[in-house]
């Protein structure tokens, strides 16, 4: 299976604080994306990173690929109540046209 | 910014009948795509396009599905006899070459 799997499902924070999320894959990848989304609505992009890179930033967002373990982080900082919502990777496999998603990890900051 | 944008917002039909979704990409994008989310599950892939065919499709998208892009601006996924279990929100999605994807607001479908 191709499926990409976040951990933890959900994650409960204090306003403040720290709050980092997992994803895992399969086989290789050309490049794998982080979504959010709030309960009912679309899927606002975060961040790219390509199979050749290891870190990005923005903002308060950073991104890590792994590509040895097939895995990625995504660390929200000072998080706010306003970050409530779930986040999912969705991963480019290589030779495919098409995103696979995690399960996704719901968030919830506590304000 | 340029949006992806869909409409309706929500549909309600009954089963066995036909819907059509509706998807504007971003104008000088080239790959298109639908993905469903039932509710309280993941995003699941549809279907991919590109070049006015079909570049892949997951095991859901069978005969009952098909999708065009009729007039070269609109993006549209046809479900010919709906059913329960297709009660979902569909979101349309699009990209230029090895870049960002980007999702439209989804159209919720329900289906009675």
């Known amino acids: 299976s191709q499926q990409g799997e976040e951990d933890p499902q959900a994650l409960s924070i204090q306003e403040g604080e720290n709050a980092t999320m997992n994803c895992s894959y399969k086989?290789?990848?050309?490049?794998l994306q982080w979504y959010r989304q709030n309960s009912g609505r679309g899927l606002v992009h975060l961040i790219l990173?390509?199979?050749?890179?290891r870190e990005k930033h923005s903002g308060r967002l950073r991104v890590t690929l792994d590509t040895s373990k097939k895995s990625s982080s995504l660390l929200i900082t000072a998080s706010r109540a306003a970050d409530t919502a779930s986040y999912f990777c969705?991963?480019?496999?290589?030779?495919?046209?098409?995103?696979?998603f995690g399960t996704g990890t719901r968030l919830k900051v506590l304000a | 910014e340029p949006e992806v944008t869909q409409t309706p917002s929500h549909q309600v039909t009954q089963m066995g009948q036909e819907v059509i979704l509706r998807c504007v990409p971003i104008s000088n994008h080239l790959y298109f795509y639908w993905y469903r989310q039932i509710l309280g599950q993941k995003v699941e892939f549809l279907v991919s396009?590109?070049?006015?065919?079909?570049?892949?499709k997951s095991e859901i998208f069978d005969d009952q599905f098909s999708v065009e892009r009729p007039d070269g601006s609109n993006f549209t996924l046809k479900i010919r006899s709906t059913k329960l279990e297709d009660s979902a929100m569909y979101f349309c999605a699009d990209k230029r070459e090895a870049d960002t994807q980007y999702f439209g607001p989804g159209t919720r479908l329900t289906v009675l």
């Open positions: 969705a991963t480019d496999y290589s030779g495919t046209y098409k995103y696979i």
């Open positions: 396009f590109y070049n006015n065919e079909i570049s892949e």
């Open positions: 086989t290789s990848i050309n490049n």
């Open positions: 990173i390509r199979s050749n890179e």
